[in-house]
């Protein structure tokens, strides 16, 4: 019988710039009675990959450029955050009354470059930021993990993200190591030996929406959740395989 496990990683304290996320993901595991196995795979929250990493920026120290002082006034959004949007992104897409979409310097399109303000903990105005490259982060995690228990596991950062289809926000996907972004099942029978044309799974998306039921949007304080029974293959991926080419973006 197939079945898939989620398990809310507990008592990871607040994440520092500096710390060993890695170290504070392993003795989570032991907390919680879990021994890596093959095929496992560890979902990580963005905010403590990028608290760890350093991306807390004091708004109190940016300056706003002119264009993001026009497009403040559009969005009726905090200049200074306008500015570190801009720094973050390749292109703004819209810009209206609290909303502003952009084109993520690593290819995501996303409102706000993905900034955050809320569960920074500084209380000064500080916001984070996306991590520098989420896959490279992903592939430390991987290697620590694989070094420290011998097991190599898969690794997944995921975020919430707003889609252009649907409201609400789901967990997807910001860096992957050791499974598939994007599994590709054209060409392969269905139950009726009709072959598939289009289907694409989003497999690093998928468990990434998976965890983020166990990790929650508030106060839940839990940013890792182990997941045992993949149903998929492994090999090395990467996010850039769910990224839709400009080309066949039909919103652009």
């Not at 149903?231 to 066949?248: A, H, I, M, Q, W």
């Amino acid at each position: 019988m197939r079945s898939l496990t989620l398990t809310g990683l507990e008592g990871i304290p607040e994440v520092r710039a500096g710390d060993d996320l890695a170290a504070l993901v392993l003795a989570a595991l032991g907390r919680s009675g879990i021994a890596l196995a093959e095929g496992d795979v560890l979902v990580i929250a963005q905010k403590i990959v990028s608290k760890s990493e350093g991306r807390t920026v004091a708004l109190a120290g940016v300056t706003p450029s002119p264009r993001a002082i026009e497009l403040a006034a559009v969005t009726r959004k905090d200049a200074r955050l306008i500015e570190l949007v801009l720094s973050e992104s390749n292109e703004v897409l819209r810009a209206k009354e609290d909303v502003i979409i952009v084109e993520h310097r690593l290819g995501y399109v996303m409102a706000n470059a993905g900034i955050d303000q809320s569960n920074v903990g500084h209380g000064d105005g500080s916001v984070l930021l996306l991590p520098l490259a989420p896959d490279a982060s992903c592939e430390q995690l991987r290697v620590y993990l694989r070094g420290a228990t011998g097991v190599d596991p898969g690794v997944i950062i995921n975020d919430s993200f707003g889609r252009a289809w649907r409201n609400g926000t789901v967990g997807v996907a910001l860096g992957v190591a050791g499974l598939p972004g994007l599994l590709d099942l054209r060409g392969r029978p269905d139950r009726f030996g009709r072959r598939l044309q289009i289907t694409q799974i989003g497999v690093a998306d998928e468990i990434a929406a998976a965890a983020s039921l166990v990790m929650g949007q508030a106060d839940e304080g839990c940013p890792a959740v182990h997941v045992r029974g993949v149903p998929y293959g492994r090999r090395d991926g990467s996010v850039r395989e769910l990224l839709r080419p400009r080309s066949e973006d039909l919103f652009r």
